[in-house]
């Protein structure tokens, strides 16, 4: 993920810096008013699609984060769960129904299992 923010910052610095220098570029050359304007213009119109897309670029590597993240969950809870399977999950439901309430063991005059 480190790597994604510092390929991040190094594309909105290069974007910053082109329209830095653009701008000063146009600024200090010697044209006429509308010649200035137009290539104002230009370089907005520029900068506008670079803009869309670095957001198209950062929207599809976020998204890609994040179907990772849930991958990842899904897998570590299903590797430690009791169940991992359903068929285990099925047995594992029998197995419950067949132990008794801590009402059925206590009317036995038994102690229930403080940890359930």
């Known amino acids: 993920m480190s ?3 510092g390929g991040n910052g190094i594309l909105i610095g290069a974007v910053v810096g082109g329209v830095i220098g653009a701008a000063t570029a146009l600024l200090l050359a010697p044209k ?10 230009n370089q907005i119109q520029a900068i506008g699609k670079r803009t869309m897309e670095f957001k198209e ?9 994040i179907e990772e993240a ?10 430690n769960s009791m169940a991992p399977r359903e068929e285990d999950m099925v047995k594992l439901g029998k197995e419950m129904q067949a132990m008794p ?8 005059g038994l102690a229930p299992d403080p940890a359930q």
Do not use: F, M, P
């Open 3 to 5: 790597k994604q923010s």
């Open 32 to 41: 006429s008013g509308e010649r200035l304007r137009a290539d104002l213009s």
């Open 57 to 65: 670029s950062l929207c599809s590597q976020t998204k890609d984060t």
């Open 70 to 79: 849930l991958e990842e969950a899904c897998d570590t809870t299903i590797a």
């Open 101 to 108: 309430t801590n009402s059925e063991i206590l009317k036995r």
